[in-house]
């Protein structure tokens, strides 16, 4: 038998055959990759016509530093950029604020405003690169700091491509990064969905995240079930605002952890494209094929990373990359081995990109589409999987939906029993941790040369602001910030005015004073 699990699916059996997949027929059941359900895989041919696009996410201290890290991963063969913000620009703030004291650049980059995104984008072609910004309750100021640079480039918006996280629910059950509460959130998501949709047409224009449920303790089948419950309700607002579905959803793009189980990886991602089909197609009526399609990125697990050993640590990312692509990606970041000690070094971060990159040119798992599909432990796997995941709907439909069920607390305590459950088990030595509960040997965390942020970034980063209040126009801020309040005031689409803001050089901190001044700010409910 194999270790014990935290939820679904049940427990493994010594073996599978035919007897576990009754009246199961490949071809009636999986179809064809390109077709629907889509199990197998979005495109007909897979990764033999084009490779998944390995990003590696990055930023750390100042938009320099930053800037020379992206500018090294593409020279080592990257193929898209995705950018790590610090801790004040996602909630919001500026660097020289109060509340920034200690986190600015500590993990991820520092942005205030439009001359940091200048300088984090420096020389690298916004027209040829595709850009993902994980980002949420700010993720409409950064995007228009994005667009208003690529503006003064030159660059038409057309010829954007990338994503925004812009996920906001996720953050009230399992990360934390929100601003403000979940109705005026929701109102700021459908305006940046509505104008991309117009302006900036290959843009992703949300990126519907189940990497950081899992990460907090989510079980396999609760990282899907939250994730497309938050889908859903995404989905009901922008139509309920009069958006049609299948104008928004083909630019809908999901995000999800690699963990450890190999095998229990991929029937996952095979299960979620199957379950968006129908989500897609029968919920919501899509009669566009590329609104069914449910097209991923997948990050290996940092909560599966251990300080303890930390070289195992290549072994553990290269087992979930290789899950990642056997399950369909569209779209790979790979951990590097130092990041349970620190951000990771640029020695680090190389291995972990040639990780992927043997993965795609020698390993053969890129050479055939759903190379495991048919295989009776990974279609039981995937069948489990999906019965799972469409109890927890059934139950967050009956409970009155995503919102009710965040509200309640629901999510978030069946996300700390599975995690608890978790830990108990390592604790017990019932699930082994190589290097942390067992095969302990040799601690070799102090071979490592650790990346710190250093102590001036802070200053300096402060000192930027003043120089930039000083210089610019106060009156056009005034103005932007007055434009950008009657906007929100009147119902109109907030990024206009947003862009204009950031045009007239107002950061992030005063901009997003302008929306806690209309919207207020959101405060968890405590209940012990």
């Not at 048919?374 to 995937?382: A, D, R």
């Given at each position: 038998?194999?270790q014990?699990?935290t939820?679904?699916p049940?427990?493994i059996?010594?073996y599978?055959?035919a007897?576990?997949?009754?009246?199961?027929d490949?071809?009636?059941?999986?179809g064809?990759?390109?077709?629907f359900?889509?199990?197998?895989g979005?495109?007909?041919?897979?990764?033999r016509?084009?490779l998944?696009t390995?990003?590696?996410?990055?930023g750390?201290?100042?938009?320099?530093?930053?800037?020379a890290?992206y500018?090294?991963?593409?020279a080592?063969?990257?193929?898209?950029?995705?950018?790590?913000?610090?801790l004040?620009t996602?909630l919001?703030?500026?660097?020289?604020?109060?509340?920034s004291a200690?986190?600015?650049?500590?993990v991820?980059?520092?942005v205030?405003?439009?001359?940091?995104m200048?300088?984090l984008?420096d020389?690298i072609?916004?027209d040829k690169?595709s850009?993902?910004?994980?980002?949420n309750?700010?993720?409409?100021?950064?995007l228009?700091?994005?667009?208003?640079?690529?503006?003064?480039?030159g660059?038409?918006?057309?010829e954007?491509?990338?994503?925004?996280?812009?996920d906001?629910?996720?953050?009230?059950?399992?990360?934390g990064t929100?601003?403000f509460?979940p109705q005026p959130?929701l109102?700021?998501?459908s305006?940046?969905?509505?104008f991309?949709q117009?302006?900036v047409?290959?843009?992703?224009t949300?990126s519907?995240s189940?990497y950081?449920i899992?990460?907090?303790?989510?079980?396999?089948?609760?990282e899907?079930?939250?994730?497309?419950?938050?889908?859903?309700?995404y989905a009901q607002?922008?139509?309920?605002?009069?958006?049609?579905?299948?104008?928004f959803?083909?630019?809908?793009?999901?995000?999800?952890a690699?963990?450890?189980?190999?095998?229990e990886?991929?029937?996952?991602?095979?299960?979620?494209?199957?379950?968006?089909?129908?989500?897609?197609?029968?919920?919501?009526?899509?009669?566009?094929?590329?609104?069914?399609?449910?097209?991923?990125?997948?990050?290996?697990?940092?909560?599966t990373?251990?300080?303890?050993?930390?070289e195992n640590?290549?072994?553990?990312?290269?087992?979930?990359?290789l899950?990642?692509v056997?399950?369909?990606?569209?779209?790979l970041?790979?951990n590097?081995?130092?990041?349970a000690?620190a951000?990771p070094?640029?020695?680090?971060?190389?291995?972990?990109?040639?990780?992927?990159?043997?993965?795609?040119h020698?390993s053969g798992?890129?050479?055939?589409?759903?190379?495991l599909g048919?295989?009776?432990?990974?279609?039981?796997?995937?069948n489990?999987?999906e019965t799972?995941?469409?109890a927890?709907?059934?139950?967050?439909e009956?409970?009155?939906?995503?919102?009710?069920?965040?509200?309640?607390?629901?999510i978030?305590?069946e996300?700390?029993?599975?995690a608890?459950?978790?830990?108990?088990?390592?604790e017990r030595?019932?699930?082994?941790?190589?290097?942390l509960?067992e095969?302990t040997?040799?601690?070799?965390?102090?071979?490592?040369?650790?990346?710190?942020?250093?102590k001036?970034l802070?200053?300096?980063?402060a000192?930027r602001?003043?120089?930039?209040?000083?210089?610019?126009?106060?009156g056009?801020?005034?103005a932007?910030?007055?434009?950008?309040?009657?906007?929100v005031?009147?119902?109109a689409n907030?990024?206009p005015?947003?862009?204009?803001?950031v045009?007239?050089?107002?950061?992030?901190?005063?901009?997003?004073?302008?929306?806690k001044d209309?919207?207020?700010?959101?405060?968890?409910?405590?209940?012990?």
């Open positions: 038998m194999g014990p699990k939820g679904e049940p427990a059996k010594d599978y055959a007897e576990d997949l009754p009246g199961f490949p071809a009636v059941a999986l064809r990759p390109g077709e359900p889509f199990t197998r979005v495109h007909p041919s897979m990764y016509s084009r998944w390995m990003r590696q996410y990055a750390f201290g100042t938009a320099r530093e930053s800037n890290r500018r090294y991963l593409l080592q063969g990257q193929t898209g950029l995705s950018v790590a913000f610090d004040p996602q919001g703030l500026d660097s020289d604020d109060a509340l200690g986190e600015v650049g500590k991820g980059v520092a205030d405003s439009l001359e940091d200048a300088v984008f020389r072609p916004l690169v850009v993902s910004m994980t980002i309750a700010s993720a409409a100021v950064l228009a700091m994005y667009l208003a640079l690529a503006e003064k480039r660059v038409r918006w057309e954007l491509s990338g994503t925004v996280q812009n906001i629910l996720k953050e009230y059950v399992a990360r929100y601003i509460p959130s109102r700021i998501i305006d940046l969905v509505a991309c117009t302006h047409p290959k843009w992703n949300m519907i189940g950081h899992r990460e907090a303790g989510a079980t396999a089948v609760q899907l079930a939250f994730t497309f419950a938050d889908a859903i309700a607002t922008l139509t309920a605002a009069g958006l049609d579905f299948d104008a959803a083909p630019r809908l793009s999901f995000f999800f690699a963990h450890n189980d190999l095998f990886e991929v029937a996952k991602f095979r299960a979620a494209r199957r379950i968006w089909a129908g989500i897609a197609r029968d919920r919501f009526g899509a009669r566009n094929p590329n609104s069914w399609k449910l097209r991923f990125h997948t990050q290996t697990s940092g909560a990373l251990v300080a303890q050993q930390p640590n290549v072994v553990r990312v290269a087992i979930q990359a899950a990642a056997l399950g369909g990606t569209q779209s970041h790979t590097s081995r130092d990041e000690l951000l070094t640029e020695e680090s971060v190389l291995i972990a990109l040639r990780t992927q990159q043997i993965i795609a020698e798992a890129a050479w055939t589409a759903d190379p048919g295989s009776y432990y990974v279609e039981k796997l995937t489990d999987i799972g995941v469409q927890y709907l059934k139950k967050i009956e409970m009155g939906g995503t919102l009710r069920a965040i509200e309640s607390g629901y978030q305590r996300i700390q029993e599975s608890y459950a978790y830990q108990k088990q390592i030595k019932q699930r082994i941790i190589v290097g509960n095969f040997g040799a601690d070799e965390r102090l071979k490592f040369k650790i990346h710190a942020a250093p001036r802070e200053k300096e980063q000192e602001l003043r120089r930039l209040r000083a210089k610019r126009p106060k056009r801020v005034e932007a910030l007055r434009d950008l309040r009657t906007a005031d009147g119902g907030l990024l005015p947003l862009v204009e803001a045009k007239s050089l107002a950061t992030l901190g005063e901009i997003t004073r302008v929306f209309a919207f207020g700010e959101y405060r968890e409910r405590v209940s012990i």
